[in-house]
């Protein structure tokens, strides 16, 4: 497989978990675009949003996404935010498959309430019905994505296969 694979889906649907299992099972090498970011400024996602803004954070990942897009054979695990602007919707449709990972609402509720790791995005919602709410305004961003997965209620492993299963049978294989 020479091609990326990029995870896309509103937070908490398990790109990251899903990410680096999938990289590892296909002997790829695994991108959290946060996690870089956060590396390459020194600070976690949360400080990055109060010192420097969400612009800023756009444009980290806009710049990171075309770097990206340039190589292969990554997994790649993208921010929730990264499909909101046009250009990286066209950057993101040329640098490989997209699988978008869709989670049940109250499901996804519950997983970004029990993880350790801020999400900025989790300021300015207060409860589940807000959440669906912008669930239900970002929807037609994720539209773009190749494959489809559903990821409520099922085991991590039965989640990668199911990807591996998907991506063997579209052409993703044979490029």
């Known amino acids: ?6 995870l ?3 937070m908490g649907t398990g790109k990251t978990s ?3 299992r999938l990289s590892q099972k296909l002997k790829m090498n695994f991108v959290d675009m946060d996690r870089e970011i956060e590396k390459l400024l020194g600070i976690d996602m949360v400080r ?11 444009s980290e990942e806009t710049l990171l996404l075309r770097k990206l897009a340039g190589q292969d054979k990554n997994v790649i ?24 990972l869709i989670a049940e609402p109250h499901e996804i509720w519950e997983r970004i309430q029990r993880k350790k790791v801020k999400r900025p995005m989790l300021a300015k919602i207060r ?3 807000e959440m669906i ?25 039965v989640i990668v296969n199911e990807i591996i299963s998907a991506l063997y049978a579209s052409d993703f294989a044979d490029n």
């Open 18 to 20: 899903i990410g680096s």
């Open 48 to 58: 990055i949003f109060k010192v420097y803004g969400e612009k800023r954070l756009r």
């Open 127 to 129: 409860d589940i019905d």
């Open 133 to 157: 709410k912008i669930m239900s305004d970002t929807e037609k961003d994720y539209e773009i994505a190749d494959i489809n997965i559903e990821t409520s209620g099922k085991d991590l492993d």
């Open 8 to 10: 896309i889906g509103f």
């Open 1 to 6: 497989m020479g091609k990326n694979i990029i």
């Open 77 to 100: 695990a993208t921010g929730g935010g990264l499909l909101l602007n046009d250009v990286n919707r066209e950057v993101i449709r040329r640098a490989g498959v997209l699988v978008r």
